[in-house]
C-alpha cells in the first residue's frame, strides 16, 4: 500500500484542499470591513458566531497569507487580507509595555491582558513575513522589537498573572523553547546571526535533551529547572500533537546544520510519540496522556483535535524526505487516511477541528478562540510542497 | 412507576450508600498520617497517584466530616478526622493577607496563591461547622474571618490576577452569589443577625433577578454590571449543574423565609433547566450549553459529570418535598435511575466522576484537583434524610 503511493496525486489532493477550499474559506468569511481584523469564530457554515478577536488568530492568519504571498504567488489579494489583519494589530493589538493583548473586543478595545507570551510569538512571525511580502521596514522593526521583547520575558512569560507561587515548585514549560525552534528560523534574516545562533542552540538543546526524556523517549510538558522530572500533574503532562509539531521545527533546524544525528533523533521521538499516543480502539492521536499512565486533569483527553493530525502530517513526511525511513510513510498513510476521513467538512467547506474519541464532531465550528487560518493551511502548503519534492526525487 | 415509590427503601439505598461505601472508602485512603491534611488523589481503588492538597477539598472534606458529626451522630473517629484536615489548613493554607491558598505541596508549601475565592468560601464552610462539633472559639473565629474577608474581596475575588482588562467587558460571576446563598445559612449562628439578613437578601435577589434571564428561563453565569446579557462566550454560558445546585440553596432559604413564591421559582427554574440540559440521545445532563446554541468554548461540554446529577438529586426531592410537584418525582426517578446505573464503582467502591457523553467512564479516578469528599456523600445525606421525611408524612 505505501510502496505505491503516488507523491504526484496526493500532491494535487493537498494543493486542491488548499486553494480550493480552505484558503477560499478565510477569504470569504473571516475579514471584518468594518473594524479591521479577522473574524476567527466561523460556525460550520462560516457565519461568524462571536465577534471577539484573539491575538494569536489574528497574527497567525497575518502570517499565513504573507506566507501564501511569499512563497507561492504574489496575489495582490492575499497581501490586502495580510495587511487587513496587520493594520488591526498593530493598531489595537499591544499595551503600553509592547506586550501583545490575548484578546480585544471586535472594535479592538483590549479584553484580555497580556498573559500570554504566543500571543507575541504569532505577532512576530505575522510581521516578519509581512515585512519581506510588503517590502516595509516598519513592519520588520515590530517583529524585531516583539521578538526581543519575548526573550526578556522568557524566563517569566506569564509575568504578574503567575499563580505559582515563586520556590516552590519553579517549573519550565516546553512551549516556549518549542515555539523559538520555530520563531529564530522564521525572521532569521531579520535578526543578527549571533542572536539567531544562540537561540537556536539553546532550543534544540532545550527540546531535545531538557524536555526529552531519556528513560521514556517523550517528551514532557514541563521540567524542574535542571531538566529533571517532576512527579506532579504538571511534571507528568504529555501534549502528544506539541511532541510531534516541535520535531519538524527540529528537522527544519537539522537541515539548516545539516546535523543528521539530529534529523534521526527527531524521527526516533515523532516514531515513539505515536507509537505511544495513537488510540488503539478508535484510532487517532490523544490530546494528552500521562507519562506514568495515571489521571489527566484534562477532560478532553481523549479527544482528536485537527492541528495534532495535521502538525504529524508534516513531520512524517519530512522526515520520509530526509531519512527515508519506511516507518515514516507507513505511519503517513495511517494518519493521513484519518485525517482526510474525519475532518474535512465535505458540506461546507474547511475542516472540522474537535472530533470526540470515536472520531465524532463534537464541536461544529470552522474557528473558534483557538482555531483559525493556521494549522489546516499551513499542514496542506507543506504537505503539498514536500510531495512534490518526494515526486521530482 | 413515580407514584409507587417506596421512599422507605429508598432511603436506605441513600443510606448504606454513605455510610457503607462512601465515607468508609474516605476514612480508609484520605488521611495523610505522615504530614497531616487528606489526600484527594485517589485512582479507581483508592490508591494515592498525586500528593498535592488542594485547599477546596481540603475544606470541603473537613466540612463533610463535621457535618456528620453534628447532624448524623457524635462518632469520635469523624471529629479526629475533621480535626486532622483542619490542623493542616490552619497551619498552612493562609498567605501573609489571611487569603486561602489555591492548592499546597503535600508537606503544606504553597503551591498556587490565593486566586480562588471559592477556597475561601469552602474553608470557611470547614471551620463553621468544625467550631460546632468541637465547641472551639479558635475554629469559629477562623469562619467568621474568612467569610468577611470573602464578603470584602467580592467586587474582584480574583484580585491581581484577574486578566480582564479594567472596563472593557466588567461580567460578574454568578457562582460567588451562589456559594453566598449556601454559606451565609451555614454560618448563620455565628454571624450578626443584620449580616446575614443582608447577605441573604441581596443573594437571593443576585440568583433569581439578575442571573435569572426571564427570557430563556434560564440562569446565566455571567452577567453585565448591570444585570444586562453580554452576548460573549462568558455571557451565553450556562452550566446546568451550577443552577441546579442553586435552586436547592434557594430552597433551602426559601424555607427559611416561608417564602412559598420563591419556592416556586426554584423549582420552575429547575424543572425548565432539567428539559433544556437533559441529553435526549444518551440521557444525562450536560456539563456546558450555549444560551443561544452556538458553540462553546468548553471541549467537555458534553460529558457526564457526578456532581451535577447528585446536585440534581437534591434539589428535585428538596423541590418535591416542599411542593409536592409531581414534574420533581418524575425528573427524580429519571436523575435518580441515570445516576445509579452509572455513577457508583461496583468493584472498587465509590463513585466514578467524570463520563464522557455515552456515560461511559472517562477518567477512572474517585478523587483528584475538583473531585474529593463532599458531593456524593453530601447529596446522599440530604436525599437520605428528604426520604426520611417523606416517608414520614
Redesign the interface.
Known amino acids: 500500500m505505501v510502496m505505491t503511493m503516488n507523491f504526484k496525486q496526493l500532491a494535487e489532493l493537498y494543493k486542491n484542499e488548499l486553494l480550493g477550499n480552505v484558503i477560499p474559506f478565510w477569504e470569504k468569511h473571516s475579514g471584518d470591513k468594518e473594524y479591521g481584523g479577522f473574524f476567527t469564530?466561523l460556525?460550520r457554515e462560516g457565519k461568524v458566531?462571536?465577534t471577539?478577536k484573539f491575538v494569536w488568530l489574528q497574527g497567525r492568519q497575518v502570517w499565513m497569507f504573507s506566507t501564501l504571498f511569499n512563497n507561492l504567488e504574489n496575489r495582490d489579494r492575499w497581501l490586502e487580507i495580510a495587511e487587513h489583519g496587520a493594520g488591526f494589530l498593530e493598531k489595537y493589538g499591544r499595551d503600553e509595555n509592547g506586550n501583545w493583548?490575548?484578546s480585544l473586543?471586535r472594535e479592538g478595545?483590549?479584553?484580555?491582558?497580556a498573559?500570554n507570551i504566543f500571543s507575541d510569538c504569532f505577532a512576530t512571525m505575522a510581521f516578519g513575513q509581512l515585512s519581506k511580502a510588503a517590502r516595509n521596514d516598519r513592519y520588520a522593526e515590530i517583529a524585531v522589537s516583539t521578538f526581543k521583547n519575548i526573550i526578556a520575558r522568557s524566563d517569566n512569560p506569564k509575568g504578574?498573572?503567575n499563580?505559582?507561587?515563586t520556590g516552590?515548585?519553579p517549573l519550565k514549560s516546553f512551549s516556549l523553547p518549542m515555539t523559538l525552534c520555530n520563531l529564530s528560523l522564521e525572521i532569521e534574516k531579520l535578526l543578527d546571526k549571533n542572536l539567531v545562533n544562540e537561540t537556536i542552540d539553546r532550543c534544540i538543546h532545550e527540546v531535545m535533551e531538557v524536555f526529552y526524556d531519556r528513560d521514556f523517549w517523550l517528551i514532557r510538558e514541563n521540567v524542574n529547572p535542571d531538566g529533571s522530572f517532576s512527579d506532579?500533574?504538571e511534571g507528568r503532562l504529555l501534549n502528544p500533537g506539541h511532541a510531534i509539531e516541535a520535531m519538524w521545527f527540529i528537522i527544519d533546524l537539522a537541515e539548516r546544520n545539516q546535523d543528521q544525528g539530529l534529523l534521526k533523533k527527531a524521527v526516533d521521538i515523532t516514531l515513539h510519540t505515536l507509537d505511544y499516543s495513537w488510540d488503539k480502539q478508535f484510532d487517532g492521536i490523544y490530546y494528552f496522556l500521562d507519562i506514568k499512565g495515571?489521571?489527566?486533569?484534562q477532560?478532553?483527553?481523549?479527544?482528536k483535535l485537527w492541528w495534532v493530525h495535521v502538525e504529524a502530517l508534516i513531520t512524517l513526511l519530512k522526515g520520509y524526505y530526509h531519512t527515508k525511513n519506511p516507518a515514516c510513510l507507513e505511519w503517513f498513510q495511517k494518519v493521513h487516511d484519518y485525517t482526510w476521513s474525519h475532518f474535512p467538512d465535505q458540506q461546507y467547506g474547511e475542516w472540522f477541528g474537535?472530533l470526540?474519541?470515536r472520531g465524532e464532531v463534537?464541536?461544529?465550528?470552522k474557528g473558534?478562540?483557538w482555531k483559525g487560518c493556521f494549522h489546516v493551511p499551513r499542514g496542506l502548503y507543506q504537505v503539498w510542497k514536500i510531495l512534490e519534492k518526494l515526486n521530482e526525487s
Not at 109 to 113: D, G, H, N, T, V
Not at 299 to 303: F, P, V
Request: proline share 7%; with cysteine; glycine share 2%.
Open positions: 469564530c460556525d458566531y462571536d471577539d493583548y490575548f473586543t478595545k483590549p479584553l484580555i491582558a498573559y504578574k498573572y499563580k505559582a507561587v516552590t515548585r506532579s500533574f495515571k489521571p489527566v486533569q477532560l478532553e483527553w481523549d479527544q474537535y470526540n474519541r463534537l464541536l461544529p465550528l473558534g478562540k
